[in-house]
Every structure is written in structure tokens, then in C-alpha cells.
């Protein structure tokens, strides 16, 4: 040391700016540690706070739905209390032949019964003039349905439930 009493030599004072300037170093990225930190425990509060609003909401949707299915299976019961069981198997049996015509309607033994149509028309004929084409498409787009009279007695054949 030097002859003053409050003078440090070179070395010591730059071994010490080095300490400081590490301290520093260190502090401020502690700092920074502790911001993001910060920030993270911010973001887990606020996800927090939306998952239990969302808890919250799930919960009272779930209890809707349970009273909404209570009041659909009382419904329900009421009216199987109320139709005999004859109407409900006669409602099953006419519901099930319906989807059974829908669903055959394009089905692939559709053109056989036209096609045989056309060609008994044809065989009578015998002249084979060139419309015979037009009047098989004409013929096969009326004979999707058997008759007028087939639907009409469906929807008369229909039981209505109130």
C-alpha cells in the first residue's frame, strides 16, 4: 500500500471494479430472472383464473342439460303413458316402411320394372320409329313412384300423436 492511508494501489482497484462490475452483471440478470418470473407467475394467475371461470361455466351447463334431460324423460313418460302400446308399435311399423320405400327408391332393381315396361311396349308396336328412346325416359322418370294413389294413402295411413 501506499504511503496515504486512503489511497488503494492499481491492481486492488481494478480487481475491485471487476468485482463490481460482476455484481452488477449478476444483479441485473437476477433482475431479469425475477421479471420473467414475475411475468410467469402473472400468466399462471390469469390461466388460473380462466380455467376456474371456465369450471364454473362447465358446471352450470352440465346442471341445464340434466334438468333439460329430466324434463325430456318426464315428457317421455307421459306420453308413453298416455298412447296405448298398439299406436306406438303401429307408429314403429309405419315409420320403419317408410324409410324402407325412401331408401329403395334408387336403389339397384329400380329399372327392371321399367325396363320391362318399355319393352312390352316396344314388342307391340313393332314399327321402331326413333322416339322410342324419349318415351323409355319419359316412362322411367313417371314410374319412379308406383302411383299417386300409394303416397296418398300413406300419408292417410299416418297416426298423428299430440
Not at 486492488?12 to 455484481?23: H, P, R, T, Y
Not at 441485473?28 to 388460473?48: F, P
Amino acid at each position: 500500500m501506499s504511503e496515504e492511508a486512503g489511497e488503494i494501489s492499481p491492481t486492488a482497484w481494478d480487481k475491485l471494479m471487476e468485482e463490481v462490475s460482476w455484481l452488477r452483471e449478476a444483479y441485473t440478470h437476477k433482475c431479469s430472472e425475477v421479471g420473467y418470473l414475475s411475468g410467469e407467475t402473472d400468466r399462471m394467475k390469469w390461466l388460473y383464473d380462466q380455467s376456474c371461470e371456465q369450471i364454473i361455466s362447465l358446471k352450470a351447463q352440465n346442471e341445464h342439460l340434466r334438468k333439460e334431460l329430466d324434463e325430456s324423460e318426464f315428457l317421455r313418460k307421459k306420453l308413453t303413458e298416455q298412447v296405448d302400446e298398439p299406436k306406438i308399435e303401429q307408429c314403429k311399423k309405419k315409420t320403419r316402411g317408410e324409410n324402407k320405400r325412401h331408401h329403395n327408391r334408387g336403389g339397384r332393381f329400380q329399372n327392371y320394372r321399367n325396363l320391362s315396361l318399355n319393352l312390352k311396349k316396344n314388342n307391340n308396336n313393332g314399327n321402331g320409329d326413333s322416339n322410342d328412346n324419349d318415351k323409355r325416359n319419359k316412362d322411367a322418370k313417371n314410374s319412379q313412384w308406383d302411383s299417386t294413389d300409394e303416397r296418398e294413402k300413406s300419408s292417410e295411413d299416418e297416426v298423428v300423436i299430440d
